[in-house]
C-alpha cells in the first residue's frame, strides 16, 4: 500500500475512532474491507489513538479563535494524523512531507477551506516543533 493510500486509510479509521468509539484494530478492519493489513497504516491508527491527548494538546495551542470541538470532524483527524507524523514519525517522514501529505488529503476529505485551514495551523506546529528542537540541542 502506497503511503497516501495509508494516510488516507488512517483518516478514514481515526475519523471511526473519533466518531463512533471504536478500537483502533476494529477501524482499521472497517476501512480494509477485507484487504490486508499494511504496518504504516497500523502504525499512524494506533499511534494516534494511544497519543490523542498529547496531539490535541499540542493542536489546542496552534488554534486561534477556535476550539477544538468546533473544528470540522475531517479537519481535526486530518490535523490529528499529521501532528503524529510531524513528531512520532520525523525520522521516516520529514515535516514537510508530513504537512504537504495532509493538505493533499484536507483537499480530498475536507470542504473548500480545509486545505488552507489545515496548512495555517500545522504551519504553527512546525514552527514550535523546530523552536523545541533548537533548544533540546543547546
Avoid at 475512532?17 to 499494511?38: F, H, R, W
Avoid at 481535526?76 to 503524529?84: H, Q
Avoid at 506546529?125 to 523552536?131: A, F, G, H, N
Amino acid at each position: 500500500m502506497k503511503r497516501r493510500t495509508a494516510r488516507e486509510k488512517a483518516l478514514q479509521a481515526i475519523f471511526q475512532i473519533d466518531m463512533n468509539e471504536t478500537t483502533p484494530g476494529e477501524a482499521i478492519q472497517y476501512v480494509l474491507d477485507g484487504k490486508s493489513n499494511d504496518d504504516y497504516l497500523e502504525k499512524l491508527v494506533v499511534g494516534v489513538a494511544e497519543q490523542r491527548d498529547e496531539i490535541d494538546s499540542i493542536l489546542k495551542d496552534h488554534l486561534e479563535k477556535w476550539s477544538i470541538e468546533r473544528l470540522a470532524n475531517v479537519d481535526r483527524n486530518i490535523m490529528r494524523l499529521a501532528i503524529y507524523e510531524m513528531i512520532y514519525c520525523e525520522e521516516d517522514v520529514p515535516v514537510n512531507v508530513a504537512i504537504n501529505e495532509a493538505i493533499e488529503v484536507a483537499k480530498i476529505f475536507g470542504d473548500d477551506e480545509s486545505s488552507k485551514f489545515v496548512n495555517s495551523v500545522l504551519s504553527k506546529v512546525k514552527q514550535s516543533i523546530e523552536k523545541s528542537s533548537l533548544k533540546d540541542k543547546k
